[in-house]
C-alpha cells in the first residue's frame, strides 16, 4: 500500500444520505435511490460519483457504531437542489489516496489493511473530515476490471 498525499479542496455535493452500520450495510438501498434521480441535479461538476461517509468523532470500526453514508454528485452551488436530495459540503483537507482494482468482494479486506496497517505504521493519524470514494470512467460496479480512488482523512500525529 503505498497511497499518494492529495490536498483535497473545499467542495459542495448535492445527493442522497442514508444512516446505518456495517452490520446493516445499506449502501445498494442509498444507491438505488439516487442514480435514477442523478440527472436531476443541474450545474454538476465532472461526471464522477462520489461515496461520501461521515463517522461520528472518535470512530471505533464497530460494526453496530452508525455513520452517516452519501450517494453524491460534486456541484458548483446549492441554487438548486432537487426534491428528495440534499446538500453537503466537505472543507479542504488532506488525504491518504489509494487506488482500489476489483469487484467489491475484497474491498472490506482493503479498507481493513488501511486502517489497521498502512495507517498505524504511517506518520498519520486518522483525520475528522469525510472518507470518500471516487466512482470515477474507470468504474464499474462489481467488476474485476474496476478502478476507484479511496479518499481517508489523515492528519499527522499529535
Known amino acids: 500500500m503505498n497511497p499518494t498525499i ?5 467542495t459542495k455535493f448535492i445527493g442522497k444520505n442514508l444512516s446505518f452500520t456495517y452490520a446493516d450495510y ?6 438505488s435511490s439516487f442514480m435514477p434521480h442523478r440527472k436531476e441535479i443541474l450545474n454538476t461538476i465532472g461526471t464522477d460519483l462520489y461515496n461520501i461517509q461521515i463517522n461520528p468523532a472518535n470512530f ?9 453514508k452519501w450517494a453524491a454528485v460534486a456541484v458548483s452551488n446549492f441554487d438548486f437542489i432537487p426534491k428528495g436530495m440534499k446538500e453537503l459540503e466537505i472543507p479542504q483537507g488532506v488525504y491518504a489516496v489509494f487506488c482500489y ?3 467489491q468482494s475484497n474491498v472490506a479486506a482493503f479498507f481493513n489493511a488501511i486502517y489497521t496497517e498502512w495507517l498505524p ?8 473530515h469525510p472518507q470518500f470514494e471516487i466512482l470515477g470512467e474507470k468504474y464499474k ?8 480512488e479511496i479518499w481517508i482523512p489523515i492528519r499527522n500525529k499529535l
Open 121 to 128: 505504521a504511517s506518520e498519520y493519524e486518522l483525520g475528522n
Open 60 to 68: 471505533d470500526f464497530n460494526t453496530n457504531t452508525p455513520f452517516v
Open 141 to 148: 460496479n462489481n467488476d474485476p476490471n474496476s478502478e476507484e
Open 26 to 31: 445499506r449502501a445498494f438501498e442509498l444507491w
Open 101 to 103: 482494482k476489483g469487484d
Open 6 to 10: 492529495k490536498n483535497f479542496p473545499a
